[in-house]
């Protein structure tokens, strides 16, 4: 390949840049080539005498100069959507659902279980390890979270309870086996009895061991730390409460930089100041995440999630309890939310949906906007938050006609 026939396969964007290290943004230019950046440069540079002539020769130059570029946003804990849920074991079911979250800027997922039988989860996990293999759009999911079936019935949270069992390490082996490299993220109460084999496995196996669901003393979440669990699921949700004589779960959580964890900002999972305590206190350990369900992107009304009954009002998902049964938003939501609601500055907020995630999950290459990264970008609408165009890979998708352009 010649020099010209290289820089002819590039295509320069520029705008203001927010690369997701939650430094302040700058006016400036992202190159892509062949799906990943190769170079991110300040405005200030071109003016030097260096920089965007050179680089950009008989390249494309699409400039958003009135918007932002972010990286694509990262959901590690993602159940459904756009009607669709993982645990439908249905490839038709989870390209509608990607299309959806991509278009809502979205561009790298944990596809999230549930527990549920062995054979149901089974067919889940196949059905999202043909849609990654085969459909360009399957690379949105990164992985598979696992959450459940391994979970404390005492917490069950939205998990459905008939199903709900110890740790089974020969499961593991054998999803392991049929699907090598696809479970990413593994959650599980350290309390029951199994626990400690199972995270051995799986960090035998790279896979992230998370506690959730739990009823664990914040003894016992110590013990699970040195075992080698990293992670907490939606902090102070399905987990033992703080309490001044036994911290708990949540306490053991707060407490611990060993343990990343995750926040939901959809407004009626975490209180605001349980929101601002969390992340003054893990600061760059907390990313959030939707824990979305099938009925994001949908109406209110009857939904169900495996196998039991949700009622969407106003957008919150519950059981007829009360209990709380997911989210229904995208992820650029939350980066809203994390801005008009609860006071944090833009590259913060960009900062808890991209890299730390990435960086969570172990997702190299994803969640910054450094040469070297894959092609994944937003162009953000800077006083709405609106996201306006989505790039994965290099490509960028059409949300009118569902399909790369």
């Given at each position: 390949m010649t020099e010209r026939e290289r820089r002819a396969g590039r295509l320069v964007l520029k705008g203001m840049i927010l690369d997701g290290s939650g430094r302040d943004p700058f006016s400036g230019y992202v190159v892509i080539e062949r799906g990943r950046i190769a170079k991110v440069y300040a405005e200030e540079e071109t003016a030097?005498?260096?920089?965007?002539?050179?680089?950009?020769?008989?390249?494309?130059?699409?400039d958003f100069s009135s918007s932002c570029l972010t990286p694509g946003l990262i959901d590690?804990?993602?159940?459904?959507?756009?009607?669709?849920?993982?645990?439908?074991g249905s490839a038709s079911g989870l390209i509608r659902m990607l299309r959806y979250y991509l278009a809502h800027g979205t561009t790298s997922i944990l596809a999230t279980t549930l527990t549920a039988s062995k054979p149901d989860i089974d067919r889940a996990l196949a059905a999202a390890f043909s849609v990654r293999q085969t459909e360009r759009i399957g690379q949105v999911i990164q992985g598979i979270h696992l959450e459940g079936p391994f979970l404390s019935p005492k917490w069950p949270g939205a998990q459905h309870p008939q199903w709900l069992c110890?740790?089974?390490?020969?499961?593991?082996?054998?999803?392991?086996?049929?699907?090598p490299g696809f479970l990413r993220m593994l959650t599980l109460a350290p309390e029951l009895e199994g626990a400690q084999e199972a995270v051995a496995f799986a960090l035998e196996q790279n896979i992230i061991a998370?506690?959730?669901?739990?009823?664990?003393?914040?003894?016992?979440?110590?013990?699970?730390?040195?075992?080698?669990?990293?992670?907490?699921v939606h902090c102070c949700n399905a987990m033992r409460p703080f309490h001044h004589r036994e911290p708990g779960v949540v306490g053991a959580v707060l407490l611990h930089d060993e343990l990343s964890t995750e926040i939901n900002v959809d407004g009626y999972h975490l209180h605001p100041a349980a929101v601002e305590l969390i992340v003054r206190l893990k600061q760059d350990r907390v990313c959030v995440i939707t824990d979305s369900m099938r009925a994001a992107g949908m109406t209110d009304g009857v939904y169900h999630l495996a196998g039991l009954?949700?009622?969407?009002?106003?957008?919150?998902?519950?059981?007829?309890?009360g209990t709380i049964a997911g989210s229904t938003i995208p992820l650029a939501q939350s980066v809203r939310n994390l801005v008009q609601t609860h006071g944090k500055s833009l590259p913060e907020a960009v900062k808890h949906a991209t890299s730390i995630p990435a960086g969570i999950a172990k997702l190299h290459n994803k969640g910054l906007l450094k040469a070297?990264?894959?092609?994944?970008?937003?162009?953000?609408?800077?006083?709405?938050?609106?996201?306006?165009?989505?790039?994965?890979?290099?490509?960028?998708?059409?949300?009118?006609?569902n399909d790369f352009v």
């Open positions: 030097a005498g260096y920089g965007h002539p050179d680089e950009a020769a008989d390249a494309p130059l699409l590690i804990h993602l159940h459904g959507g756009a009607g669709a849920d993982v645990m439908d110890n740790p089974q390490t020969a499961w593991l082996r054998e999803w392991t086996s049929r699907f998370a506690c959730g669901h739990s009823d664990a003393t914040y003894d016992q979440v110590r013990t699970a730390i040195g075992w080698g669990i990293s992670h907490a009954e949700v009622h969407v009002k106003e957008g919150a998902a519950r059981f007829a309890d070297g990264y894959d092609a994944d970008l937003i162009v953000l609408e800077p006083e709405q938050l609106q996201v306006k165009r989505v790039m994965l890979g290099g490509d960028w998708f059409d949300p009118e006609s």
